[in-house]
């Protein structure tokens, strides 16, 4: 598998992101809310800096990750080897669009700095409706900046997350977050009841 955060490239941005992203970290888990016993998703878990936090916070329950970089696989897999050892943290090295998981198994989902990569979009909105339960909660933050280098700019890729995830997805809210003195932005909603 390769990509841009791969090799030695991946191992300084996962120093960066580290660093950079733990309060949006913690104010994408703090926005979840999720309970104890919860089975939470983790979008693009980079250097593991979320996996940890909700690992920490989840008594009874477990944390799966999906990234695509094997750079931040491993990465990750040292940072919270003693929660994978313990059963509660499983990661795979597979895009967002190809979670390795049965349908409506997740209770919510975390994605920090990610979202903004995943192309196609729908293609992830999709695969998200389908791994999370009816009524389970989908919280994004992402830099300002990064949303406007990928996508040309934060209202016209808000518009285009919209569209990707109303066909499932409802209770769609947008706006800035508290992290990175308020240069992040949230990107949420919650998975619509199924038809049947």
Sequence with gaps: MSGPFEGAIGVIAAKVMARVNRDAEAEAVSRLDPAPGDRVLVLGFGPGIGVALLAERLASGDVVGVDPSETMARLATRRNLRAIGAGKVTLHAVRGD??????????????VNTLQLCEPLAATAAELARVLKPGASFVSLTHDWAIARSAGGVEAWIAAARAAFAPAFEAIESGRGGAEKGRIVVFAGRRAPTDG
């Design 98 to 111: 190809a979670i390795p998981a049965e349908a409506a198994s997740f209770d919510g989902a975390v994605a």
